[in-house]
DNA sequence: TTGACAATACCGTCCAGACGGTACAGTAGA
DNA sequence: TCTACTGTACCGTCTGGACGGTATTGTCAA
């Protein structure tokens, strides 16, 4: 659709999730984001013309992303198991510590609103988990348990040892179905 | 110990989660907080002499209702089942909508270390947990799905309609405890 | 009983700094 | 020439917090 732009943009963007995360949800000013991303806040108002707009379009890359990568696993196991895909590609994006999205404290601190695309996605998404998987209580539990990880992972609490963390994934794995191997 | 604060404490502290909750989190200013409790920002900084030190107190307030509150429902059913006392009453604490705890959100904002005494409060009650639940793997479960509705709360995120709640938390009570059956 | 002093619990004002945003002149590459 | 910036200067607003003042209550010696 857009011609693909000279990736300034991406830059900046990644910029404002690098300071975020270094400098604190609530030091995510625009001067700091044009210095992390090499350019002047001139040249960072040119492309996003307010504050809003960048965080808008941070939400909105960090959908887009999530989306082809759900895609990407969902595939790449010939589509049977929705929910185990999307069990496999959360944990794993948990895992990142480079991915760590406090830049949500950020747009929920300027303005809740922004929120609002996030909510529309999750709620489709399950949506279609809900069409695709037939033990609806094991849905539940599984996504909440998911939804779960996310948060501790955002606010980084360290609750879970290494063994408890890889116990629940497998348990959760296994109550999603992988393998087609259905427990209790 | 102490001869019980006229409580101006009390209503700064309260004052200030409805500010965060109303106005939100990234509005939560010294003057929107002495406005709300009705008294004059200077006598605010005389009850919190720094905007860090009302933070800290609002964090652990919660912490002390939390755990006031949990060995309340605990005792009052013979202090048989922790875990299903924990998960009644995180649900409970998500029902309420006075509660909202988007505070969090200015306090990470504000500085993320706040979030410290939270996450030893955590832990030592998920050790807890671990002490007293003999099926590990229902504990990871539970835990997590529970901390996934807080989330879902905090977040406003309205991703489950009322009986996918509710089964959701049958059965989160079943994998605790299989004993008892749940009135409601 | 009273007067002196002090602690408590606040009020109201002021200020320096940070931040979002504007304006605009200049410039290097396609 | 147009696009995509850079760089600088600047403005208005908001905010934390320092500070000086004040009313009320308590304490205690004379």
């Keep these: 659709m857009k011609p693909r732009k000279p990736n300034s943009r991406d830059k900046i963007l990644a910029a404002a999730a690098d300071v975020a995360r270094e400098a604190g949800p609530g030091n995510l ?9 090499g350019i002047s806040k001139g040249g960072l108002l040119y492309n996003f013309p307010s504050k809003a707009k960048l965080m808008q379009a941070l939400v909105e890359q960090h959908l887009r992303d999530f989306d082809n990568a759900l895609e990407e696993v969902h595939s790449a196991d010939g589509r049977k ?5 999307y069990i496999r590609l959360s944990v794993e994006e948990c895992q990142e510590t480079e991915a760590s999205a406090s830049w949500i404290f950020s747009a929920i601190a300027e303005d809740p609103e922004f929120l609002t695309p996030l909510k529309t996605f999750k709620r489709k998404l399950f949506e279609r988990l809900k069409a695709k998987t037939p033990d609806l209580k094991a849905l539940l539990v599984t996504y909440l348990a998911i939804e779960g990880l996310r948060s501790m992972t955002l606010f980084e609490f360290h609750t879970l040892e290494d063994e408890e963390r890889q116990l629940l994934i497998d348990s959760l794995l296994s109550l999603a179905g992988a393998d087609s191997n259905i427990a209790r």
């Excluded at 198991?81 to 895909?85: E, H, W």
Aim: charged residues 15%; glycine residues 0%; proline residues 0%.
């Design 29 to 37: 000013s625009l001067d700091a984001v044009a210095n992390r991303a």
């Design 81 to 85: 198991n929705l929910l185990s895909a």
